[in-house]
């Protein structure tokens, strides 16, 4: 019988089946500073070890400063919050990888820039973004802090099994346009409910052209499309990503590993409960007007008329978002003045995202209007931007260079855009309060937010570059 990739990967992962629900053994478990610290708490209730401590890997991203020189004491609002995680998992043997050490980053990013998620494995982590890695051929999806407790405990869940849904892009891109762009023309045209209960694989010429950075940024997407976990075959691209990676195997055992995960790709005639397609050739760069990743529009049109809402329901929604976001219905999009740009997070923060911006940023300035930063991925991402000379790039411009953490993504820690304030961002959620209180946010890829910084307003990046 045919099968599909995510078929290949969950069944050999199957320890135990109970009617439609089964126990998933799982390869890795990844932790941050946000949502752990209940977990240990129910391990210490019910006096349960942790079950593997080399395949659990802990982080510290979410809730601290990026302000150079920062520490993990910087934000003394979660500093008490840093230094019970600290203490949690280095008693409990757990390796972590915190501030000041050379791998930090963001945990979806350093997952696989570690090579400690590889093609056909099974992660968690207590985060919606860790269907990140599915760019690897993984099952890789979050869960919540209960099953945090569990994963840790027993390094297995019971879950219920997803349906399947594939997601084709043929055709070819327009250079300027990225994964960012398919991802966020995906969400609008499906809506943020199109992948729900399913397992999204992404296939098609134009997947296999994107990328591996740029795979990521689709699959990190996956959940704003309803979807918890998704994933794209591994191939070459893939296989030489991960070479040399510190936790991949080495040697012949990476060779032999490489036989294993071409097999990891969905057989001619497997069947899917869903399939959606979407032409690569008709995606625009894009941009959200509003409060929800669905209400991404190509950067050259309007802001909606609530008249072609397509419910009640939605129209009240786009009601509140346009009050929110302080936009007329009707109105083109372009030309919109920002207050803030952010290039960072586990969406677009890697090193081909760094320098797609710096490509438009270089020998222009931001705006006066306009803060800028830039919060690289990870503290190895901002190294080697730095090699390149990218930081003097940006710096040149008046962006500001930061350290990395998920900062003004969720504005978890103490970076924020402000009341009233509009971002233009490179990150993967746009609803109320998201960058902190008052915050109005536009998602978009990291060229076109460069875009945004340098014209103080939003700016179809295909006029520039
Ligand atoms: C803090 C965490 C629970 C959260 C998530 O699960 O996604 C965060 O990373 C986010 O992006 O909102
Ligand atoms: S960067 Fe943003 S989306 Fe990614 S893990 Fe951090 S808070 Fe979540």
């Not at 969950?10 to 949502?35: E, K």
């Not at 991949?248 to 490489?258: E, I, W």
Request: net charge neutral; hydrophobic share 40%; proline share 6%.
């Amino acid at each position: 019988m045919p099968r599909t990739l995510f078929e290949k990967v969950w069944q050999p992962h199957i320890a135990r089946t109970y009617g439609t629900r089964d126990l998933l053994t799982l390869d890795r478990v990844f932790l941050h500073d946000m949502t752990s610290l209940p977990a240990f708490e129910t391990l210490r209730e019910h006096n349960l070890p942790v079950a593997n401590v080399a395949r659990t890997l802990a982080v510290i991203d979410h809730t601290v400063a990026t302000a150079p020189g920062r520490t993990e004491e910087t934000y003394p609002v979660m500093a008490p919050t840093v230094r019970s995680f600290r203490r949690e998992v280095t008693e409990r043997g757990i390796p972590l990888i915190g501030l000041g050490d050379p791998a930090q980053g963001i945990v979806h990013v350093v997952a696989a820039e570690q090579g400690a998620v590889l093609p056909g494995m099974t992660a968690v982590c207590g985060d919606s973004h860790t269907c990140t890695n599915g760019a690897l051929g993984a099952i890789a999806f979050g869960i919540g802090s209960t099953e945090i407790a569990h994963a840790l405990a027993y390094q297995a869940l019971w879950l219920p099994r997803p349906k399947t849904l594939r997601v084709t892009v043929n055709g070819v891109l327009d250079p300027r346009v990225s994964g960012k762009d398919i991802a966020l023309a995906i969400i609008s045209r499906f809506s943020t409910d199109g992948g729900t209960g399913c397992a999204v694989e992404y296939a098609g010429s134009a997947i296999s052209a994107l990328s591996v950075e740029e795979r990521m940024t689709l699959c990190n997407l996956s959940i704003e499309f309803g979807s918890r976990i998704g994933l794209i075959a591994p191939d070459d691209a893939v296989f030489s990503y991960l070479e040399g990676r510190p936790r991949a195997p080495k040697g012949a055992a990476f060779d032999a590993a490489v036989t294993a995960w071409r097999g990891l790709a969905s057989d001619d005639g497997a069947r899917f409960d869903k399939e959606y397609s979407i032409d690569a050739g008709s995606i625009a760069p894009m941009v959200t007007w509003g409060t929800s990743p669905e209400d991404a529009i190509p950067v050259n049109g309007a802001v909606p008329e609530l008249r072609d809402a397509r419910d009640q329901s939605q129209r009240s929604r786009w009601e509140r978002a346009l009050a929110y976001a302080n936009l007329q219905p009707g109105k083109p999009i372009q030309g919109t003045p920002i207050d803030v740009a952010f290039i960072g997070s586990c969406t677009n923060a890697r090193l081909s995202d760094l320098r797609a911006a710096a490509r438009i940023v270089d020998g222009r300035k931001v705006a006066a209007t306009v803060r800028a930063l830039v919060v690289p991925g990870s503290s190895s991402v901002k190294r080697q931007a730095e090699a390149e000379g990218l930081d003097r790039i940006f710096r040149n411009a008046g962006f500001e260079w930061h350290e990395s953490a998920c900062s003004l993504c969720a504005a978890l820690g103490p970076d924020v855009v402000g009341r009233g304030k509009r971002c233009a961002s490179t990150s993967n959620r746009n609803f109320e309060n998201r960058q902190g209180p008052g915050s109005i946010t536009h998602l978009m890829s990291p060229p076109m937010v460069a875009a945004a910084a340098v014209n103080g307003a939003i700016t179809d990046v295909r006029t520039l570059a």
